[in-house]
Every structure is written in C-alpha cells, then in structure tokens.
C-alpha cells in the first residue's frame, strides 16, 4: 500500500494528551511512514477525525485513530475489522441508546 497525497488532511498525532493541540492549528502527522487511509468530514478546515495505516509498526498497533481534538489511538487490523463489522450490525448504536439513553446521529 502506498501514501497517496490526495488523502493528506489535518491532522495531528501528539505524543501525550499534555502536547494536544486545538483544532485550528492541526498539522500533517509528523510521521511521515502513516498512511491516510480515510478522513471523516473533512468538509471544514477544523481538522477531522482521521484513519492511518502505520506499515512499520508491530502488528498490534498498525491502525491509528486520530481524532480532531489532538488525541489517537492504536489498535491491530483485525482490531478495527471487528469495530467494523460490530458498528456494520448496529451493536454501536444500541450501546449509546442503553449506557446514553441518545439515539445515534
């Protein structure tokens, strides 16, 4: 798989919550070897959650989740496959309506 530009967006990856950033002054991670896999919105200039593959991590933490609030997290491909296919069956949208008591949106 290789990094496509056309997917670069703002983004960010800091190293502790203590270094998060706010979302008008994002920037491109400054790890070069992530790969944009897909941004979510990314219809406004605030910076938006944001999917990586990072092809030189060990294999349990080759999928970054960067949110718009500076934050990330690190999980295995067959980590985000069952979020996927649990999210792809609503069981997300019944976890909000009975721990929320909110329909999602």
Not at 40 to 60: H, N, V, Y
């Amino acid at each position: 798989m290789s990094c496509d530009s056309r997917f670069d967006a703002p983004s960010t990856l800091p190293a502790s919550p203590a270094s998060a950033v706010p979302a008008s002054s994002f920037v491109r991670p400054a790890h070069p070897e992530l790969c944009s896999i897909k941004v979510f919105c990314g219809d406004c200039s605030c910076g938006c959650p944001e999917l990586f593959l990072d092809p030189k991590a060990d294999q349990a933490r080759r999928i970054v989740l960067a949110d718009d609030f500076g934050q990330h997290v690190q999980m295995s491909v067959e980590q985000l496959g069952v979020l996927v296919r649990e999210a792809k069956a609503g069981e997300l949208d019944h976890l909000l309506v009975r721990r929320c008591g909110t329909e999602p949106g």
